[in-house]
């Protein structure tokens, strides 16, 4: 059973234009979500997270947004730029320290 | 310089045999995670650490093995046991629930 899904394995932006990446959960009792940029061959970077006290963290071009009704976040980021290209995933952890990820989203940012 | 160090990068192990990949942070970090990543896959929790000597099974734990003697050491073993050992390996470390960090992956490959 996948706690945190990303239902769009691709993404294509245009440069300059707003890139959405979605991810959704089903555990109510996740406390944190973390966002994160990873290219081939490399450990992941962290992004952006949020609190799920909160329902928008904001940093530089980066945004998440937090939806706890509908248990759904989405990372936006404006504007985007060819560098943005990569694979992105969401992670979720609860009060246990475990920290599950979502299958990543694959972002192409185009001229 | 404080971070994560996974080595060796690439590794390579006959069938039958144990592989012990390491990882080490310098960062006081006190929770310590595995996971593995295969190709166009999402990173699966194999064993995860809270606090020295403790630890516990992630999503994928069969077939590894892990000890946390130290705060920076977190090893995993990968056993004759696990059937299918070739993947990308990587290793994180956190200290807050809002953010955890990555070392640059070892990629073990089965001959």
């Known amino acids: 059973d996948q706690q945190v899904k990303q239902n769009s394995p691709s993404l294509s932006v245009q440069e300059g234009r707003i890139s959405i990446l979605n991810c959704d959960y089903t555990?109510?009792?996740?406390?944190?979500f973390l966002w994160y940029k990873k290219y081939p061959a490399e450990g992941p970077t962290f992004l952006i997270s949020i609190s799920s006290i909160k329902d928008k963290n904001e940093d530089g071009r980066f945004t998440v947004f937090l939806n706890k009704s509908a248990k759904h976040l989405s990372l936006h980021i404006v504007p985007s730029q060819p560098g943005d290209s990569a694979v992105y995933f969401c992670?979720?952890?609860?009060?246990?320290?475990?920290?599950?990820f979502g299958t990543g989203t694959r972002l192409q940012v185009f001229p | 310089d404080g971070g994560i160090t996974q080595s060796p990068k690439y590794l390579f192990r006959k069938e039958g045999q144990n592989v012990t990949l390491s990882c080490e942070q310098n960062l006081n970090h006190d929770a310590m995670y595995w996971y593995r990543q295969d190709p166009g896959q999402g990173l699966r929790l194999i064993y995860y650490?809270?606090?020295?000597?403790?630890?516990q099974k992630g999503d994928i734990a069969e077939g590894y093995s892990v000890s946390r003697e130290k705060k920076e050491s977190f090893p995993l073993t990968v056993t004759s046991a696990q059937k299918n050992p070739t993947a990308f390996y990587l290793c994180?470390?956190?200290?807050?629930?809002?953010?955890?960090?990555f070392g640059q992956g070892t990629r073990l490959t089965v001959v």
């Open positions: 555990n109510s009792m996740f406390d944190y």
């Open positions: 650490s809270q606090i020295v000597n403790d630890f």
């Open positions: 992670a979720a952890r609860g009060n246990t320290d475990k920290l599950i």
């Open positions: 994180a470390s956190s200290n807050r629930p809002d953010t955890a960090f």
